[in-house]
């Protein structure tokens, strides 16, 4: 399968992006699937991750109440909604397909890793 994401760009503090990660060669609505970031200098995090179904989802603490992750399987893509930005919500975010059905905040239960789109939040 191929991740293509898509959405990055440059906002002020407190604006908003919408992320979107569409899969090619195979349907992923079976597979829980994720959204990771990685700033310069840091390891990657979890962001957000969501169940086949788009009926659970998990957040980091830092971006919960900011941050919606959503996916339409009709259209095998997900999204992340991203609103209230801050400047240390900049980094590279990468959408991913887990192995299994249900939310793994694991990045090693992943294995399918799109390209990565750049978000930066200026002050």
């Known amino acids: 399968v191929q991740l293509q994401a898509c959405g990055g760009g440059l906002v002020q503090a407190g604006g908003s992006l919408r992320l979107s990660c569409a899969a090619f060669g195979r349907s992923v609505s079976n597979y829980g699937t994720g959204w990771f970031r990685q700033a310069p200098g840091e390891e990657r995090e979890f962001v957000a991750g969501?169940?086949?179904?788009?009926?659970?989802?998990a957040y980091a603490e830092s971006v919960k109440g900011r941050f919606a992750i959503s996916r339409d399987n009709a259209k095998n893509t997900v999204y992340l909604q991203m609103n209230s930005l801050k400047p240390e919500d900049t980094a590279l975010y990468y959408c991913?397909?887990?192995?299994?059905?249900?939310?793994?905040?694991?990045?090693?239960?992943?294995?399918?890793w799109g390209q990565g789109t750049q978000v930066t939040v200026s002050s």
């Open positions: 969501i169940n086949w179904s788009g009926g659970d989802t």
């Open positions: 991913a397909i887990g192995t299994a059905r249900w939310i793994s905040t694991n990045g090693q239960s992943f294995d399918s």
